[in-house]
């Protein structure tokens, strides 16, 4: 009996730990749809300021305007910004992210360069900070769905960082969001700024739905209108300090952009690693449950005997 007890105990434990995965998947779900509505309301300035963007790129020659964001630098030091979570419970998300880092690190040290990080999230900072890596600013307990306030104070960070020439060109490694089971580590230069790279391209959006009572993500394109300004528009200040005025904020929303890309990975991954462990923890009551029915059936098969025992041993 002490040992059906054990059995019972034990199911009953994996069961209230299949309740707290299966809640912990549809928090995260909800998360995700809440990502998915600020990516979509966000997308109309991110759209407008694309617009202007493109528009002066058609007036002006970038590679001849003087504007220190644009200026390319003989490069010594590098700032590689790592955006992680500050949870765990999330499969690979952090682990990826935080190896992908080191292996640029890695690569710049290759090259001859040295480097300093720039820490997002709570799990890169104790990674790199009990590796006594060198480290230029951290940011943590960011909102799980990020606001352009939040990458606006990155933005200023580094910004300060290469205009003071303390580095000489700035990395972002974040992880692009894919499906809900897919998501891959990316680099991308945020200073010095690519001319080339201010035209509007092609864009996705992500959208989670449902099908067939399982939930799935689909992406559509989200292509930008590429109408220049008029030849005849005139401009109140100089188009170059219109520029200058709107490249940190066209940093910024690339930057607000790329959280929100790591933000619904995160809960992506979450929301994975929770479905697999309630998926686990069913298995297991599956598994404990025969073990106890054949526990019980040989407990009560034992009984039985013991009772046709006694009666024979009485009748004789």
Do not use: H, W
Request: proline content about 4%; overall charge neutral; some cysteine.
């Amino acid at each position: 009996m002490a040992n059906l007890k054990a059995i019972r105990d034990r199911i009953k434990s994996v069961k209230n730990t299949r309740k707290i995965t299966e809640a912990m998947r549809l928090v995260a779900a909800a998360r995700v749809r809440r990502a998915q509505e600020q990516v979509m309301g966000t997308r109309p300035f991110a759209d407008a300021l694309a617009q202007v963007l493109y528009g002066l790129q058609s007036r002006l020659q970038f590679e001849d305007v003087d504007l220190p964001l644009l200026q390319s630098k003989d490069v010594e030091t590098v700032a590689i910004v790592v955006v992680s979570g500050d949870r765990g419970l999330c499969g690979g998300y952090n682990t990826n992210v935080i190896r992908r880092a080191e292996a640029r690190a890695e690569e710049l040290k290759a090259e001859g360069k040295d480097f300093t990080y720039v820490l997002i999230g709570r799990k890169a900072i104790q990674y790199f900070k009990r590796r006594n890596q060198p480290i230029s600013a951290t940011f943590s307990n960011l909102s799980q769905i990020p606001t352009a306030s939040e990458a606006g104070q990155i933005n200023d960070e580094l910004r300060a960082l290469y205009l003071s020439d303390a580095v000489q060109r700035v990395e972002l490694i974040y992880t692009k969001f894919v499906s809900l089971v897919s998501s891959k580590p990316v680099v991308q230069t945020l200073f010095p700024l690519d001319p080339q790279g201010l035209a509007p391209q092609d864009d996705e959006i992500f959208r989670l739905t449902t099908r067939g009572g399982e939930f799935e993500v689909q992406r559509e394109p989200a292509p930008v209108p590429r109408t220049e300004l008029p030849r005849d528009m005139i401009f109140e200040q100089d188009p170059v300090q219109i520029l200058d005025a709107l490249l940190p904020l066209y940093v910024t929303n690339q930057l607000l952009r790329a959280l929100q890309e790591a933000a619904a990975s995160e809960l992506a991954a979450r929301m994975t690693a929770m479905n697999n462990a309630s998926d686990n923890a069913s298995e297991l009551i599956r598994t404990l449950t025969l073990s106890y029915n054949k526990a019980r059936q040989a407990a009560i098969t034992q009984e039985i005997l013991e009772v046709v025992g006694g009666a024979e041993a009485l009748s004789s």
